[in-house]
């Protein structure tokens, strides 16, 4: 039979410390500064475009990599 756990030990794990307060803008305030979704998708750029402006392994390596 399991031991039943013991309410007066200690835990292992310490409770975190309490959380400083801070000062914080309005949430209107903060997302006034992002974009919509549909300013996001109107910036995205393909995955081919990026792959494409990538260096090549031999432009990395160089011609004298053997």
Same mark, same amino acid.
């Given at each position: 039979m399991?031991?039943?756990?013991?309410?007066? &030990?200690?835990?292992?794990?310490?409770?975190?410390?309490a959380?400083?307060?801070?000062?914080s803008?309005?949430?209107?305030?903060?997302?006034?500064?992002?974009?919509?979704p549909?300013?996001?998708?109107?910036q995205? &750029?393909s995955?081919?475009?990026?792959?494409?402006?990538?260096p090549?392994v031999?432009?990395?390596?160089?011609?004298? &990599? &053997?």
């Amino acid at each position: 039979m399991a031991e039943s756990p013991d309410a007066s &030990r200690q835990p292992a794990v310490p409770a975190p410390p309490a959380l400083p307060d801070v000062d914080s803008p309005p949430a209107e305030q903060v997302l006034d500064g992002v974009p919509s979704p549909e300013e996001v998708v109107d910036q995205a &750029r393909s995955a081919a475009e990026i792959v494409r402006e990538q260096p090549s392994v031999d432009d990395i390596l160089g011609p004298d &990599r &053997r």
